[in-house]
Nanobody, 123 residues
Framework: VQLQASGGGLVQAGGSLKLSCAAS????????MGWFRQAPGKEREFVAAISWNGGRIVYADSVKARFTISRDNLKNMLYLQMNSLRPEDTAVYYC?????????????????WGQGTLVTVSS
């Protein structure tokens, strides 16, 4: 699976953005997928994950009730709808594919990464 993230940009606090991740490869629908983010000077952190069929979804506490992860296996697409954005959400956002079918929050469990898309939230 090869991944390409897009949709980042500059938005004011309280605004919304929708990130997309295009996947190539026949096994996309077999893999759990996730979104991670990395702010300058910080570790990469988990944001959200979705199982192979969308039946299980997990969010980081910091984004729960504001972000929504989804996938379209027919289009080989992963999405992250981000609402009520805050300055602390500013980061490079990465989509990733895990070697497992279910959800996982652990960076080492992901073996395919997109190139990242920058989200900047101004106050």
């Amino acid at each position: 699976v090869q991944l390409q993230a897009s949709g980042g940009g500059l938005v004011q606090a309280g605004g919304s953005l929708k990130l997309s991740c295009a996947a190539s490869g026949r096994t996309f629908s077999n893999n759990g997928m996730g979104w991670f983010r990395q702010a300058p000077g910080k570790e990469r952190e988990f944001v959200a994950a979705i199982s192979w069929n969308g039946g299980r979804i997990v969010y980081a506490d910091s984004v729960k009730a504001r972000f929504t992860i989804s996938r379209d296996n027919l289009k080989n697409m992963l999405y992250l709808q981000m609402n009520s954005l805050r300055p602390e959400d500013t980061a490079v956002y990465y989509c990733a594919a895990t070697r497992y079918a279910t959800t996982t929050m652990n960076v080492p469990d992901y073996n395919r990464w997109g190139q990242g898309t920058l989200v900047t939230v101004s106050s």
